[in-house]
Each structure stands twice: as structure tokens, then as C-alpha cells.
Nanobody, 121 residues
Framework: QVQLVESGGGLVQAGGSLRLSCAAS????????MGWFRQPPGKEREFVAV????????YYADSVKGRFTISRDNAKNTVYLQMDSLKPEDTAVYYC??????????????WGQGTQVTVSS
């Protein structure tokens, strides 16, 4: 069982930055692929980024590539999402997810409760 707790959301102006954190419970954190997803108001949840257990492999949605960076610190059981050059369309509830396989992160077994990010124009 893995429990995930996101933090770091808030209100920021367009062009600004935020760093989200997701702290995981358990002693096998490095065996999980970790992903970030978001759900904009009135829309479906969408993939943002994913990293492998070691952090050596990462993938991004085209909409955030070059602006967002996913990273992890396995010693701290934490995954991060550094968000730069934020746009109003980045406004969403952001969720982290954990799964045993990077390829199935969209159907992850474990999800956090979400953290709100609001970008004002």
C-alpha cells in the first residue's frame, strides 16, 4: 500500500513558477514509476509527466514540455513537479500517481488527493 500526499499548489500570476511535491509512504518508493496528472475545470484528467523508479527516464505531455520538470528524491520518498512559465491554461487540480510500471501510469494503482494550481492572467 502506498499513500501519496501532494503539496505546493497555490495562486500564481502567468509567467510565474511553482514547485509541487508529492510525499509517498512505504519503503519501496524507488520501485514505483511516479506520474503527475491534472484535471482542469470542467475537463477530463490528463497526463502531465512521468518518471521511472530511478528517475533516469522521463516523459512529458506536449503541452508542458520545456516548461515543466519532473524529478524525484528516492531518499526522501518524494517526487516533484517544477512548473515554470505558467499559463492560465495550466490551471487545474494536480494529482500525483504511483504504479509499478511506467507504461501503465495512466491506470495507476495509487493516487494522491490533489492540489489546486491557479494561474491568473
Amino acid at each position: 500500500q502506498v499513500q501519496l500526499v501532494e503539496s505546493g499548489g497555490g495562486l500564481v500570476q502567468a509567467g510565474g513558477s511553482l514547485r509541487l511535491s508529492c510525499a509517498a509512504s512505504g519503503r519501496t518508493f524507488s520501485s514505483y514509476a511516479m506520474g503527475w496528472f491534472r484535471q482542469p475545470p470542467g475537463k477530463e484528467r490528463e497526463f502531465v509527466a512521468v518518471t521511472s523508479g530511478s528517475g533516469s527516464v522521463t516523459y512529458y505531455a506536449d503541452s508542458v514540455k520545456g516548461r515543466f520538470t519532473i524529478s524525484r528524491d528516492n531518499a526522501k520518498n518524494t517526487v516533484y513537479l517544477q512548473m515554470d512559465s505558467l499559463k492560465p491554461e495550466d490551471t487545474a487540480v494536480y494529482y500525483c500517481a504511483a504504479d509499478g510500471r511506467l507504461a501503465t501510469i495512466r491506470e495507476a494503482n495509487y493516487w494522491g488527493q490533489g492540489t489546486q494550481v491557479t494561474v491568473s492572467s
